[in-house]
Structure formats: C-alpha cells, structure tokens
C-alpha cells in the first residue's frame, strides 16, 4: 500500500500540487514542489508553504517525487489517500494516471461511520482517538507531527486505515472507495446534522435549491440529497 498526501496552491482547475509525501511501508518521502505558480496567502496558511520556499525546488516533472510514483505506480499497488478523487485528480494535472487500486479513507470513513460530526482528517484524529497511539507510531516512521504537512497527513491517513481495517477487508474497502456513499445526515446549512431523509419530507425546496445553487458540492453528499429527494 502506498499512502500518499499532497498540499497544494488551492482547490480549483488552475492550482497545482507544492508538496507531496508518501509512505510505503517503513520508507518515507517527503519533498518541496515548484508549483509554477504563485502561492496565495489562503493556501499557506493552511500548510505554511511560502512562494519562497519553493522557490528553488524543482518543478514536479524534475522532482524525485515524480520518478519515485513513476516505479510505485503499477496494478499490484493500492494507493490510499483522504479525498483520493482530489489527489488523483492533482496527480493527472501533472501527468500521473494510477494503474492499481485505490482506497480513499474519507470515502470509506463516512460509508462505514455515518453518524460522525466530520471526516476531516483532524476532525477523525481525535474522533477515533489516534492521538493515544501516534506519538509512538510517528516516532517509529521518523515522522514530525504538523498537521497540513504531506508527511505527517500521509501518516494519520496509515493510522485511519488502520481503524477501518477493523471494520472492513481490503477489497470491500476498494468497492466502497469506487461507489457513490448514501449519507444519512447533511454537513453543514441551517439543516446540519439533521438527517437528509427527513428534510426530504419537510423541506425538499431547501434541498433542491442546495443541488442547483452549491456548484462544488461533494458528490456523495449531491448522490445522497437526490436519492432521498426521489424517495420522499
């Protein structure tokens, strides 16, 4: 299994990745991304990535990183990411296209865990207590605890499936990772954490106008307003 994270100039078409750590089994990488493009002040102040700091590193077709995926990347090989359409989605801007299968923990977590108040990766770190185990396992990987970091993200995202591997196997994991994942409650609006079953039944309107207003609305979460709006 390959756990990989990337931190990027932002969430649109346009941004490109600026970091990128990856975990395969006992081997860590961590490396600095000429991005090509100007980091803006919204995006380091998530990951304290500067436009100096990558200055001088090399652009992503130069790195190691990109030789390094380059002989990861074959069909035996899982990649398992938090939000892995996001990653892959970054991986293919820079002309990456995975050959093997893929496990998406925030995928997974939200179909196997469906009452949570989050998935965020921070949010499940203290939701599912990982802090009680992973001083020991980030000093084993030689790994520094900052979360936003790639290393470090890479790392929380080994100790979730781990979680999940208690839940389910490997390849239910994979389907679930490739389906659309029926959620029960709504994330956010003046309906949060209600279910989305039952405001099908009271408020529809409010749910039709979140589908045709919310254009960057998780898919899941447009799959499952449209399931129940047929349902009701």
């Known amino acids: 299994m390959i756990f990989l994270d990337t931190e990027t100039t932002g969430l ?28 803006p002040p919204a995006a380091s102040a998530i990951h304290q990535i500067t436009n100096e700091m990558v200055s001088d590193a090399p652009s992503f077709s130069q790195s190691f990183s990109a030789e390094k995926l380059k002989s990861l990347n074959t069909p035996e090989n899982i990649l398992v990411s938090h939000n892995a359409p996001f990653e892959l ?16 923990t925030l995928k997974c977590s939200k179909s196997l865990m469906d009452d949570l108040e989050g998935y965020s990766l921070q949010f499940l770190r203290y939701e599912l207590r990982l ?25 929380h995202t080994k100790m979730v499936l781990e979680y999940l591997l208690d839940l389910a196997d490997v390849e239910k994991l994979i389907e679930i990772s490739k389906s ?12 949060a954490k209600k ?30 307003i449209e399931h129940y709006l047929l349902q009701s």
């Open 12 to 39: 649109e078409v346009k941004d490109r990745i600026c970091a990128l750590g990856i975990i395969e089994g006992e081997s860590t990488h961590f490396e600095l991304i000429n991005p090509e493009k100007k980091i």
């Open 89 to 104: 989605s970054m991986l293919q801007k820079e002309g990456v296209t995975w050959q093997g299968s893929v496990i998406d």
């Open 131 to 155: 802090y009680r185990e992973e001083g020991r396992v980030f000093q084993e990987h030689g790994v520094s605890l900052v979360p936003h970091h790639a290393l470090s993200d890479a790392l």
């Open 180 to 191: 659309h994942v029926l959620l029960s409650r709504l994330p956010f609006g003046k309906y």
């Open 195 to 224: 279910r989305i079953e039952e405001i099908a039944l009271k408020d529809p309107a409010y749910l039709k106008w979140m589908v045709e207003s919310v254009m960057d609305m998780d898919e899941d979460l447009r799959y499952s």
